[in-house]
């Protein structure tokens, strides 16, 4: 079949010539979803050689154990049943890369998502990071800063975080890590600081800067106002900026991470999502939940504690993660 075959004669091929380091990563980081996932699909293709009602009823609770989340797992069955009818499946062994397929349609179909981060050809790139205290927006903006220091970018982390007790100097500690250039001052105004951050920045020729925000969903209109402030003075000082609102989720919190999502994009204009952790869960099929449920794309996700495993994320390798073995099993 067309889109299975494909992979696998692409990623035969990258195995073999480019990007093995990027592979092993997702290899590796998926490893959790996969034993899981993948190999109670594969029980399930050995329990039932038949297509069946049965069938139908195991695979949705394995795609929903995943967390790739009800309403999608449920659109998903009924998709797949539709096709199954119509292609006249019957054996669950083909039905397996029918899966595969269906699963990867979820992610690109429909409104075109990019994954690229939309950098500004005209002074400095200014990304705002928001998300709930604890899920490592933090060590996220420290490894966003390591990735670009080492594209040979001036970086700059700006601590808009101001009254959460240490956060200004948790974000310092990562400034001095990356060798970033920092801006921050405690329990004052996060508009002010980030107004003078940027001139600053601007100053200084800076290519990048890193705007951490607070995290205090509990209410949501408190935020909305101090986002909507923090967005106009960033607009007023560099046209066209922040160019990327990043809301960053821990992946191992599930469900409740796409409540995030939903919650955030109430109240500011999101751009993208940076999932942590997705290594130390075994419900990898979040990233699929997450596009379903708010339609934002994943930009970033994070595949161990390493300052090199924040990944840019890529669909096509994050399914070859998560199906390598049924892949490999069919070559």
């Known amino acids: 079949m067309g889109l299975f075959d494909k992979f696998r004669e692409v990623f035969n091929k990258k195995e073999k010539v480019e990007n093995k380091d990027e592979l092993e990563a997702y290899d590796k980081g998926l490893e959790k979803t996969r034993n899981e996932f993948v190999n109670e699909l594969s029980i399930l293709g050995h329990k039932y050689t038949k297509v069946s009602d049965d069938y139908f009823d195991e695979l949705e609770n394995i795609l929903i154990m ?24 019957t054996d669950t062994n083909y039905l ?49 800063a ?4 080492k594209e040979g970018k001036k ?45 600053k920045a601007k100053n200084e020729n800076v290519d990048i800067v890193l705007i951490d925000t607070a995290g205090r969903l509990q209410n949501k209109v408190n935020l909305m106002k101090e986002l909507e402030k923090i967005n106009k003075v960033i607009g007023k000082h560099i046209e066209g900026a922040p160019h990327e609102t990043l809301l960053v989720i821990d992946a191992s919190t599930g469900q409740n991470g796409i409540l995030q999502a939903e919650a955030f994009k109430e109240i500011t204009d999101i751009t993208g999502i940076v999932l942590t952790k ?23 996700i994070g595949l161990g504690e390493g300052m090199e495993d924040l990944k840019t994320f890529d669909i096509e390798t994050y399914i070859y993660g998560l199906f390598k073995d049924m892949i490999q099993d069919g070559k």
Do not use: H
């Open 66 to 89: 995943a967390d790739i989340g009800v309403n999608t797992v449920m659109n998903f069955i009924d998709r797949l049943k539709a096709r199954v009818k119509k292609e006249n499946i």
């Open 96 to 144: 397996q890369e029918v899966i595969v397929d269906e699963l990867f349609i979820i992610y690109v179909s429909g409104e075109s998502l990019s994954d690229k981060i939309k950098m500004n050809n005209d002074g400095p790139t200014v990304i705002l990071m928001v998300g709930v205290n604890g899920v490592g927006k933090t060590t996220t903006i420290g490894k966003l």
């Open 146 to 149: 390591y990735k670009y220091q």
């Open 155 to 199: 970086v700059m982390m700006i601590a808009g975080d101001t009254f959460r007790a240490g956060a200004v100097p948790q974000l310092e500690i990562w400034a001095k890590k990356t060798n970033s250039l920092f801006y921050g001052k405690e329990n004052t105004d996060p508009a002010g600081v980030i107004y003078d951050g940027l001139v």
């Open 278 to 300: 997705l290594d130390g869960t075994a419900k990898g099929g979040i990233v699929l939940a997450i596009k379903e449920s708010v339609n934002i794309p994943v930009k970033f």
